[in-house]
């Protein structure tokens, strides 16, 4: 079996459809909460148990010899999250008793680290996995210092000779899209935003640039469909002795603000209306004006699929989820 922490959030529960779709039982570690959502996103599952966080190590240590491997999604991943104790308990103190545990008991471990780590960008977007690299990157929230503090953890530990999983990935997830991200409220990536948006509003907001090298919408993301991540990530689940590190997950193409509203205001036969709107205070400063993944390590360890394109992949996301009864993967 495997056990997906934060298997009932967006990237996780994802992982844990296509488990399931492949015959292998799956173990969902997550809170569900109160609110509607949530527990949608794993409702058409067929689960071996349902675990909260406070108990996934007990859980994990009494059933060692059956699980296969972790996929550690779960984690406080709100960007403009204050409450760095919280982070600090939920993206490291947990991930690190997981490493522990995987290396223990060699088990494979593959874990969501973010492109957030890379800062504003300016030391490039390589997912090297050395020292003098990590060392110079600058996260600019706690969200992204705390992922990159693990994958820094991570690094030390193995160059300190420790026992570590038989194998390992870190994925630096650049900006996903995709079905079952509708609990994250404003945190729901810019494809859902936008969709609400013009639905309700018939026009989109995007933001004015304060920067003199991209136009108005112009800012540049890595923007990637969410089956893409998933795939990525179930092939370095099985990928073997010898690959393991951090690894970007993206699409591999930067993409404005701008295409992406206007693709989809293609999809849905309405008559492109884009306003802009000044950049709030809160992200003045910790904005990143452009991001783009190089996938050139994931594709020499021997990763061959295809990435889907943005108009492939909201055409998809849209025609199949958003403008559909049944939203849910």
């Keep these: 079996m495997y056990i997906v922490t934060g298997g009932a959030g967006f990237i996780g529960s994802n992982i844990a459809a296509a488990l399931e779709a492949r015959g292998d039982d ?35 240590e ?7 491997g972790v996929f550690h ?23 690190w008793a997981l490493w522990e545990f995987c290396s223990r008991s060699s088990i494979p471990f593959v874990y969501a680290s973010s492109a957030a780590t890379y800062g504003d960008g300016s030391k490039g977007f390589t997912d090297r996995v050395d020292e003098a690299y990590l060392s110079s990157l600058r996260p600019m929230n706690a969200y992204g210092w705390s992922k990159h503090l693990f994958d820094r953890m991570v690094l030390a530990a193995t ?61 540049l993301r890595d923007f990637v469909w969410i089956e893409d991540c998933v795939s990525v990530a179930l092939w370095l689940m099985n990928a073997g002795t010898g690959r393991s590190g951090l690894f970007n997950v993206g699409s591999g ?12 205001f ?40 295809p990435m889907t394109s943005l108009e492939e992949g909201l055409r998809k996301y849209i025609v199949e989820h958003l403008e559909t009864s049944d939203a849910f993967v």
């Excluded at 959502?37 to 996934?56: F, G, S, T, Y």
Aim: aromatic share 8%; hydrophobic share 35%.
């Design 159 to 219: 160059d300190r000779g420790e026992s570590i999983p038989p194998h390992w990935a870190g994925l630096k997830f650049f900006n996903v899209y995709g079905p079952n991200e509708y609990h994250k409220g404003g945190q729901q990536s810019v494809a859902a935003q936008l969709h609400a948006q013009i639905r309700k509003d018939h026009h989109v907001r995007l933001f004015r640039s304060d920067n003199p090298a991209y136009e108005d919408g112009g800012q």
């Design 266 to 305: 293609r999809n849905l036969g309405v008559q492109t209306d884009i306003r802009f709107i000044d950049l709030p205070d809160n992200l003045k400063g910790k904005y990143q004006y452009y991001t783009e993944a190089s996938l050139n390590k994931l594709r020499s360890l021997g990763y061959n699929q």
């Design 73 to 95: 999604m779960g984690a406080i991943s709100t960007t403009t999250e204050t409450d760095v104790d919280l982070i600090v308990r939920s993206n490291i103190t947990l991930s």
């Design 253 to 264: 193409e930067a993409r404005s603000f701008k295409d992406k509203a206007e693709i989809i």
């Design 62 to 68: 009494r059933h060692a010899a059956s699980v296969s």
């Design 26 to 60: 799956v173990v969902v570690v997550d809170w569900l909460g109160t609110e509607d959502q949530k527990w949608r996103n794993i409702a058409k599952r067929r689960l071996r148990a349902i675990v909260p966080p406070e108990e996934c190590l007990a859980f994990v």
